[in-house]
């Protein structure tokens, strides 16, 4: 069956890495598993110890990443996010807090007239929508 995975592409030469966003993500989303970490050794051809291809599952979401050897002329942006439905208030704000430190608050937390919301661009790059389950 065909399934559609997001796939994250890091720049390494940019000061990203898949190895630290997968430990904030595992630590942010406590119910976090990992599912495929394979890393460059030595001889390259990225440097050793970057991620060539792994895999993650957070609140209940497969994520693939990667860390590019060639430098792109494209970044992350914040049109494609991951949305996030919180199962209580007190998640939704401690998500949006750790996931906005040293990111970009797109949307602060507040009630946009379809229950309480926030959209945060992290340290990485990548953007979340964080939401109610219930709203």
């Not at 430990?23 to 989303?29: D, G, T």
């Not at 942006?77 to 208030?89: G, I, R």
């Amino acid at each position: 069956m065909n399934q559609a995975v997001p796939f994250i592409t890091f720049q390494p030469s940019r000061g990203q890495s898949t190895v630290e966003a997968m430990e904030s993500y595992l630590k942010i989303f406590g119910d976090g598993r990992v599912l495929l970490d394979n890393r460059y050794g030595p001889g390259g051809p990225g440097a050793e110890g970057t991620v060539i291809m792994a895999e993650i599952e957070i609140a209940g979401q497969r994520l693939r990443f990667s860390d590019s050897f060639v430098e792109h002329e494209w970044n992350l942006t914040p049109a494609v996010s991951l949305m996030v439905d919180c199962e209580s208030s007190e998640e939704l704000e401690r998500i949006f807090g750790e996931l906005s430190e040293q990111g970009t608050v797109y949307m602060p937390l507040d009630d946009y007239g379809f229950g309480p919301f926030g959209w945060v661009g992290d340290r990485f790059g990548l953007t979340w929508q964080l939401g109610l389950a219930s709203a």
